[in-house]
């Protein structure tokens, strides 16, 4: 069960037990080991003649960088091969994402991707990242990429932040980094995502720990750190108060330690347990962390747990069951507090008091439930069916008590509450058939059909003790049904060169808008390392080129603002056409 670094030996790909199944994982492991047990005669040979002879085969597994063979789980139209496609992927597995002191998954993405930025405020507790992937994608939707976990589209919008606080929870830190087995990055349009509107931003695919067979394998682990912030601010010998955080003496509300700053602390308990046997593999996974900031009262406590079951009733069939659910629970230090210490600027506070802002109290709960099924078929191997069904549910209550008196005695109590609500679900129908056309010449023909709703309800409402009558309220709904169709084929000639094309049309009903477009993608890659006169040295060199289109669907009198001079606020816009956005690489 312990998991071996990217490795080539024998001439062929080395594969993880336990990690890859079905069609193409079945053959990808019996291929590795008929190439382990037919290794050259060069493998060192040992006999000994004691009751009979008996031989050793050892085979050299040496690490590689760039693996051409290695098996990409998020392409469209199920398990392929590097060298078969005509984008760059990046791959990360356990060994990338176990990465010691990393406490969510933004950390270990964090600086392992080209062309991936994270952004965001490090080291706080209970703060998250955002990503963006090569930039601006996007004028109508978000730049942030779709994420899948498993299969299933989950939550690609950040949670609301805190009332009075410029921070927020993100949720893809929901999934604990010690469940996650692998991770694809996928960039953009030309890399032909194919998951409805949006994915011009690119895609991030998380795969998720699984069964494997064999008596249960336990892991308990415990985590225990601080943390510390330094000088703030301009050099010691230019500003020795660290802009008046790290040394506040002298001034109004100073605690009696004379700094702002005191020493975090962090625990973190994980236990998981995996197993299983021919009929049914499990992995089953929880965690709880509690972490306090570096600036009183700022702090976090978040749980989640994690269930996969995979039930094998047949050779050619598999069920896949996964479920999670992770809350969290923060306490947020308010924002007129850091601006009115770092800024130096207390003439609003009674007697210049700072510490009377960290009487409000600034809370915010999230919750986050993934639930998918999907069903795998395949009747024979060149004909692979999967059906896959998922929900995701994600909310925020962000809680802010304004005590009498505060920041003022004028001030009367003021409470303002915000509930936040996300839903996704999704439908999508995926299948496959391959045939051979000739000595060395191979085409792949897939397709896939998807549905996927994603419902947003924001509810903002604001008391104050001394109004008489009804409390200001916000409200914003939306709902957005994306439908697409894409059939791809590729054409695969002596196993290095490979043309691929694909046709995706999509349609976004939004309010009155029923449209459908057409978005087409390009492929071609060359393993120039697959020839016989390459030397061994040089592990591998692929060219490669793509190009695609994306973007969102017409929407004709569409009633919102569109934030630009073109149109005053508040009108309606009279035509937006297509939005259409065309990558190449």
């Not at 060994?95 to 002191?101: N, Q, W």
């Not at 349009?189 to 895609?203: E, I, L, S, T």
């Not at 703030?232 to 700053?261: E, K, M, Y």
């Not at 005590?403 to 936040?420: K, L």
Request: hydrophobic share 40%.
């Amino acid at each position: 069960g312990r998991t071996l670094p990217r490795t080539r030996g024998a001439g062929a790909s080395f594969v993880r037990r336990g990690v890859y199944r079905g069609y193409a994982g079945a053959a990808a492991v019996a291929a590795a080991l008929a190439a382990l047990c037919a290794a050259p005669a060069a493998a060192q040979q040992a006999r000994t003649g004691a009751g009979g002879d008996t031989s050793r085969r050892d085979a050299d597994l040496r690490p590689v960088a760039v693996d051409p063979d290695v098996i990409l789980r998020s392409a469209p139209g199920g398990a392929t091969r590097r060298r078969e496609v005509g984008y760059g992927v990046a791959v990360l597995d356990t060994g990338d994402l176990s990465t010691p002191g990393v406490r969510t998954l933004s950390e270990a993405l964090q600086g392992r991707v080209s062309g991936m930025t994270v952004l965001g405020a490090p080291g706080f507790a209970g703060v998250g990242r955002d990503f963006v992937l090569r930039g601006a994608g996007s004028w109508l939707s978000s730049d942030r990429p779709l994420v899948f976990v498993d299969g299933v589209r989950v939550a690609d919008i950040p949670y609301p932040a805190g009332l009075s606080v410029d921070q927020a929870p993100d949720p893809l830190d929901d999934i604990d980094p010690e469940t996650v087995d692998r991770v694809e990055v996928v960039r953009g349009p030309a890399a032909d995502a194919g998951y409805g509107a949006g994915d011009a931003a690119g895609a991030i695919y998380i795969f998720t720990k699984r069964g494997m067979r064999g008596p249960p394998v336990w892991s308990v682990t415990s985590d225990q750190g601080t943390s510390w912030l330094g000088h703030v601010g301009p050099d010691a010998s230019v500003d020795p108060t660290g802009l008046g955080l790290n040394d506040c003496r002298g001034t109004t509300g100073c605690p009696a330690s004379g700094t702002w700053l005191e020493a975090g602390r962090e625990q973190r308990y994980r236990a998981s347990v995996r197993g299983g046997g021919d009929l049914l593999g499990y992995y089953l996974s929880g965690h709880w962390a509690r972490e306090t900031d570096v600036i009183a009262p700022q702090g976090s406590r978040d749980w989640s747990g994690r269930g996969n079951f995979d039930i094998r009733p047949l050779r050619s069939l598999e069920i896949r069951l996964e479920g999670a659910r992770a809350a969290r629970s923060t306490r947020w230090v308010p924002q007129d507090f850091l601006s009115s210490v770092l800024l130096q600027d207390t003439a609003w506070l009674p007697g210049g008091n700072d510490s009377v802002l960290l009487e409000i109290a600034s809370t915010q709960e999230t919750g986050h439930t993934t639930a998918g099924a999907s069903v795998e078929w395949t009747p024979i191997q060149a004909l692979p069916q999967r059906i896959t069904l998922g929900l995701d549910r994600a909310a925020s209550q962000s809680l802010e008590v304004q005590p009498a008196g505060v920041p003022a005695p004028a001030y009367a109590e003021r409470r303002t509450q915000e509930d936040w609500r996300l839903r996704a679900e999704m439908l999508d129908y995926a299948g496959a058939w391959s045939q051979r056309l000739g000595t060395g010449a191979q085409s792949s023909l897939s397709w896939d059909a998807q549905v996927n709703n994603l419902r947003l309800d924001d509810y903002t409402e604001y008391v104050r003790s001394d109004y008489v009558g009804p409390p200001s309220s916000y409200t914003y709904h939306a709902d957005v049904t994306t439908r697409q169709l894409a059939v791809r084929e590729r054409l695969a000639l002596w196993d290095r060169l490979f043309v691929a094309g694909a046709m995706r049309w999509r349609d976004a009903t939004s309010w009155d808008n029923v449209g459908f477009e057409a978005f087409p993608a390009a492929q071609v890659s060359y393993l120039l390392s697959g020839h016989r006169f390459w030397p061994r040295w040089w592990e591998s060199l692929q060219l490669r080129a793509a190009i695609g289109w994306s973007g969102q669907a017409t929407r004709e009198a569409t009633p919102f603002s569109v934030p630009v001079t073109a149109v005053s606020p508040g009108s309606t816009a009279p035509a937006i056409l297509p939005e259409r956005v065309r990558e190449a690489e």
